[in-house]
């Protein structure tokens, strides 16, 4: 095996050092939905140094921070972005809003239907995490929709689901996911939150007495409590820390519920 020459492998420790600090302090620094002065302040600082954009970007993708980054960087400095990097953020946002709405209009869909069949249903992250923790359907991505069902109702609502317009993607011991038709949405449906060998049991009657309503695009519809959604929150961050699927955007989840809802039980 080759020796990596000195002065090459101190070039490299300084770049690796380098983008540690700077991309993800950056990153760190926009993964807010309000930035206050001094934040904006250190912003600008690090824009100034020499930003490694590719990288930025694919990190802010990785952890799903690239609505937040945008929306912060657009309104502080944009002058100090390249414009291709804004586009690039643009269009990403834009096609996120798009995908958004589309899996807010299915959940409605999906939540009168089981309304129809007096099947109890919990939505929980996506749509109804995006408003009511962050104010708005555009700052969190999601990929699919989640409902909570009772388990005496769930063969029942599988059912429906399947006979709605979608087909069975996999089951598990906890869930079970559909996609439809058109290969657009996926869809899991719970029985439980964690699987096997990470138990956290919860009884389905207490969540269903805690919910509180929610305004999702002018309809009302149930969401979890604050108290139990901080739960299931860091109960999720656990799981997918423990999967090594970990996720900034999931702990910016905390702290965003945390500082929306200041009067927990």
Not at 159 to 180: A, C, G, M, N, P
Not at 188 to 213: A, I, M, R, V
Not at 231 to 250: F, P, S
């Amino acid at each position: 095996m080759t020796d990596i020459p000195l002065t090459q492998l101190k070039l490299y420790l300084k770049k690796i050092t380098r983008i540690t600090c700077l991309e993800l302090e950056l990153l760190l620094c926009c993964a807010r939905t309000q930035v206050d002065q001094t934040t904006e302040e250190h912003i600008k600082e690090l824009l100034q140094q020499g930003i490694d954009w590719t990288y930025l970007i694919q990190i802010s993708a990785h952890h799903g921070i690239i609505p937040l980054l945008y929306q912060n960087l657009s309104t502080t400095y944009p002058e100090l972005v390249p414009q291709p990097i804004l586009s690039q953020m643009k269009d990403y946002c834009q096609s996120n809003i798009q995908h958004n709405l589309l899996l807010t209009q299915e959940l409605f869909k999906l939540l009168t239907l089981f309304q129809k069949h007096k099947i109890p249903a919990i939505p929980f992250k996506g749509p109804v995490l995006a408003v009511s923790v962050y104010g708005n359907l555009a700052l969190r991505p999601f990929c699919d929709l989640d409902i909570l069902i009772d388990e005496q109702n769930f063969l029942k609502a599988k059912t429906l689901v399947i006979s709605h317009k979608y087909r069975l993607k996999y089951e598990l011991s906890w869930q079970t996911t559909f996609v439809d038709k058109n290969h657009q949405i996926n869809l899991d449906l719970h029985c439980g939150l964690t699987p096997s060998y990470f138990p956290f049991p919860f009884n389905f009657e207490d969540l269903w007495q805690q919910t509180k309503p929610i305004l999702l695009l002018n309809k009302k519809i149930v969401n979890l409590s604050p108290e139990d959604l901080l739960i299931i929150l860091c109960l999720q961050v656990a799981k997918d820390t423990w999967e090594k699927r970990g996720q900034l955007l999931k702990i910016y989840d905390i702290a965003q519920l945390l500082h929306t809802h200041q009067d927990f039980d």
